[in-house]
């Protein structure tokens, strides 16, 4: 029997450029069926459903929905809440009390705890209630999924930014730190070794959290590549962790903020950067030095979309409400690579995503530790999208010296 009642629909954790496609998505696709009655949006995500504070999706023209699926960012806003049992138990009464009956929740694993955890409290008093997690995240750190929605895009804009690096230092020459996103994956920071085509483009070197950061190899593997090539281009994760697995910009920094879970934040400064510059300029007496701390450009960076990142998050949205019509269904959808390039979408057991942590496997990153390998390019590559500009370099000879 398919179940009859109100859709809701809420984005959390950090925007990104293809969100709206997967809330377009599910929009447009709920609109098909009589039995769901109404499609809403939580503003601000959880904290939207316990303020009931929901806008009637129903009533948005298609026209307008289609621009802002073009949008980058969360339509909807969005929240750090991670909320516990019993925040989830309040969330289960305003769904109660709206004859909510499908509940989407675009979002990472933490999104997918708290689906997680409304679906049990809806068990608990046999209440019917479809609950999906619709995958969502630049970091790229979902389990059982190859790539989630959001990843594509803000690699995309990584490997064009270090593109541009590239451009830049062979103009002046010295020594280039890019700070990327990415606590405990390297997946976003690894995109940088797309911008590599000629032999001394760089990121000349990749450091991630997967591997142990131990300061005396950086300054030796800097000092290395400026010395044969005149320049040195950095990518580093802002997740970096010593032997200890202590945060390296904790051993470096002890004024450090701490968000609402405890975690130190890495994205709001930039002294992972500068302290890794004044290292290299202190070590290795090279003056020019510089830093950028990526932060929140890589997440919404308007006109840098990938045109598969795109189509994948329109359809997870699609898809997840066909599952929970049709297949009357509950779990999260996964993205899987079924050929080369082509994907599929199955759903699994929430608990399966909730709360984990996917890192970069061990064949993706060289021995050394400061380079990635041809096989994570031939993994990131169709993710980036077609269109992919690269620069090109004057190929003339040199006029032969007269004096």
């Given at each position: 029997?398919?179940?009859?009642?109100?859709?809701?629909?809420?984005?959390?954790?950090?925007?990104?450029?293809?969100?709206?496609?997967?809330?377009?998505?599910?929009?447009?696709?709920?609109?098909?069926?009589?039995?769901?009655?109404?499609?809403?949006?939580?503003?601000?995500?959880?904290?939207?459903?316990?303020?009931?504070?929901?806008?009637?999706?129903?009533?948005?023209?298609?026209?307008?929905?289609?621009?802002?699926?073009?949008?980058?960012?969360?339509?909807?806003?969005?929240t750090r809440i991670k909320p516990d049992v019993k925040y989830c138990h309040e969330i289960f009464k305003v769904l109660q009390a709206h004859d909510i009956r499908y509940f989407f929740y675009i979002g990472g694993n933490d999104s997918a705890d708290t689906v997680r955890i409304v679906g049990e409290e809806a068990r608990k008093v046999n209440y019917d209630l479809r609950t999906i997690h619709v995958p969502k995240?630049?970091?790229?750190?979902?389990?059982?999924?190859?790539?989630?929605?959001?990843?594509?895009?803000?690699?995309?804009?990584?490997?064009?930014?270090?593109?541009?690096?590239?451009?830049?230092?062979?103009?002046?020459?010295?020594?280039?730190?890019?700070?990327?996103?990415?606590?405990?994956?390297?997946?976003?920071?690894?995109?940088?070794?797309?911008?590599?085509?000629?032999?001394?483009?760089?990121?000349?070197?990749?450091?991630?959290?997967?591997?142990?950061?131990?300061?005396?190899?950086?300054?030796?593997?800097?000092?290395?590549?400026?010395?044969?090539?005149?320049?040195?281009?950095?990518?580093?994760?802002?997740?970096?962790?010593?032997?200890?697995?202590?945060l390296m910009i904790s051993t470096l920094h002890n004024d450090l903020e701490v968000d609402a879970h405890g975690n130190v934040c890495l994205s709001g400064t930039g002294a992972l950067g500068e302290l890794l510059s004044q290292q290299i300029k202190v070590k290795l007496g090279i003056s020019r030095v510089r830093s950028d701390t990526f932060g929140y450009l890589q997440r919404s960076f308007v006109g840098c979309v990938s045109d598969i990142d795109q189509h994948e998050a329109r359809e997870v949205g699609e898809r997840a409400v066909q599952l929970a019509y049709w297949n009357n269904c509950n779990g999260s959808l996964t993205i899987n690579r079924t050929g080369n390039y082509s994907v599929d979408y199955r759903l699994v057991g929430v608990e399966e995503i909730a709360a984990k942590t996917k890192l970069m496997p061990d064949e993706y990153i060289t021995s050394e530790g400061n380079q990635v390998t041809d096989a994570f390019k031939f993994y990131v590559r169709p993710l980036i999208g077609a269109g992919l500009q690269f620069p090109a370099h004057l190929r003339a000879p040199r006029v032969p010296k007269l004096l």
């Open positions: 029997m398919v179940l009859k009642g109100k859709v809701l629909i809420a984005q959390g954790g950090g925007p990104t450029a293809v969100i709206n496609q997967s809330l377009a998505g599910i929009v447009s696709e709920s609109r098909k069926y009589g039995e769901m009655l109404r499609t809403y949006g939580a503003i601000h995500g959880v904290e939207g459903i316990i303020n009931e504070d929901f806008l009637d999706l129903t009533q948005e023209t298609s026209h307008n929905l289609e621009q802002v699926a073009l949008t980058p960012s969360s339509a909807l806003w969005s995240t630049i970091d790229n750190d979902l389990v059982l999924n190859d790539h989630t929605p959001g990843y594509g895009s803000a690699a995309r804009f990584v490997a064009q930014a270090f593109m541009g690096v590239n451009l830049d230092m062979r103009a002046l020459n010295g020594v280039y730190i890019g700070v990327v996103m990415g606590r405990n994956a390297g997946f976003l920071t690894a995109a940088s070794a797309i911008a590599q085509r000629y032999p001394d483009d760089g990121p000349h070197l990749i450091y991630l959290p997967e591997r142990a950061f131990h300061m005396d190899k950086f300054l030796a593997d800097v000092k290395q590549v400026y010395e044969r090539h005149g320049m040195c281009i950095i990518a580093v994760s802002e997740g970096i962790r010593d032997a200890n697995g202590r």
